[in-house]
């Protein structure tokens, strides 16, 4: 179990590093959702959301990204709390399953990190002034940093199976999609028919 502690920190020591240091700001994230109230340059349902009371967004934006955001670093406690391993499945370390678990792990981690790196390399990501990115892996998916982080919540899921993690990959992956759908109505007012032609060029997943 050494060996996974050291791993698990590896695995969120690479997120946190994505998160901040090679942040790619969104248009969709709860904190602008929530702060900013500019619609000028926003599509019709990035408009409509903005517009909603405080009370439904805090239901419909931020209670569902705690939870899977909560339950998405839940293996963290196995380092820190190892008593939690009495109510968390863990599998076998060196069983098959238990070394295809960390394959998916780190192949979501690195599709998500080499997007990042993708993407940063091509646009400075301020004031939401960027280019539409649409060569490299974003011709073959629209989203590949988010089925990166998907692929990585799977493996968590094979590694630490409960139901606690299968409801949140749920919730998480809905909330992310409506976060996609909001994306997509800003780039669209904002590229037009570039966005478009990439729309009918390229799946939003795979």
Sequence with gaps: ????SIL???VY?????????LHVPSVASTFQLFHYSDTTKDGPLMKRVKSWPLWIKSIILFVPTAISVGLYILPLLIVFYPDSKLWIDVRSTGSFI?????VV???GRFLAMFSVFQIRKANSQTNNEFSLKTQGWFSFSRNPILIGMYITYFG????F????????????FANMHFRILLEEDFLNQKFGKQFTGYLKQTRRYL
């Design 1 to 4: 179990m050494y060996v996974d």
């Design 8 to 10: 698990i920190i590896l």
């Design 13 to 21: 020591v690479s997120i946190l590093v994505e998160l901040t240091i």
């Design 98 to 102: 238990h070394v295809v678990g960390w």
């Design 105 to 107: 792990v780190f192949a």
């Design 156 to 159: 968590w899921l094979i590694l």
């Design 161 to 172: 199976p409960n139901l606690m993690m299968t409801i949140g990959f749920i919730i998480y």
